[in-house]
Each structure stands twice: as C-alpha cells, then as structure tokens.
C-alpha cells in the first residue's frame, strides 16, 4: 500500500500548462504503474495517463500530444505535464498506483490520493 499526495493544480486559462506532481510514501514505489485520473462534475471518473514501473506509458486519446507523464523514481513522484489546456480539461486530477500493467480502467488501481483541482477558463 502506498499513500499518495497530488499537488500543483489551479486556475489558468485556455492555451495555459500546468505541472501536477504526485509523491508517494513507501519504498516500493518503483514497482508500482501509476496513473492519473480526472472527474469533471456529475461525470464519471475517467482515465487520462499511465506510466508502468519500466517507463512504458499510455494516454486517453483526448489528452494525446498535450499531456506527458513521467516518473522520477528517486523522488517517490509521478508527473502529468498538461500543455495546451482547454475548458473540457477543468476536472478534479487523482493518481492512483496499482499492478495490473498500462491500464485504463480505475478498478486496476488500490491507492488513490486526494485529488487536486484544475480549472481552465475559455
């Protein structure tokens, strides 16, 4: 089990980046995919990036070539650089860590952090 903890959202505009960081607690961390997901209000969470423990990476095809996720396994943290931002991507951001390889689906994940709010005006 690992604790997660999300930071860097905020409010920005159309066209603006934003860099969401995610440490974990744990030694482990290595050997975990982690992913980021996002719930919009009255929607269902929704998959947006995964990094395998080998760097392999995955990514909804509605954040393809705007967002990049990465890893740094000596901080514990896992990345999602957001470029090129729009109205639609205003959603609460999670990661969440897991073992069943590249996967998009939110069941495959056991440990989620808190969230943290990302706002794109148009």
């Known amino acids: 089990q690992v604790q997660l903890v999300e930071s860097g959202g905020g409010l920005v505009q159309a066209g603006d980046s934003l860099r969401l960081s995610c440490t974990a607690s744990?030694?482990?961390?290595?050997?975990?995919?982690m992913g980021w997901f996002r719930q919009a209000p009255g929607k269902e969470r929704e998959f947006v990036a995964v990094?395998?423990?080998?760097?392999?990476?995955n990514y909804a095809n509605s954040v393809r070539g705007r967002f990049t996720i990465s890893r740094d396994n000596a901080k514990n943290t896992v990345y999602l650089q957001m470029n090129s931002l729009k109205p639609e991507d205003t959603a609460v951001y999670y990661c969440a860590a897991g073992r069943r390889g590249l996967s998009a689906t939110l069941y495959d994940y056991n440990d989620w952090g808190q969230g943290t709010q990302v706002t794109v005006s148009s």
């Open positions: 990094i395998g423990w080998s760097g392999s990476t």
């Open positions: 744990g030694r482990t961390f290595s050997m975990y995919n």
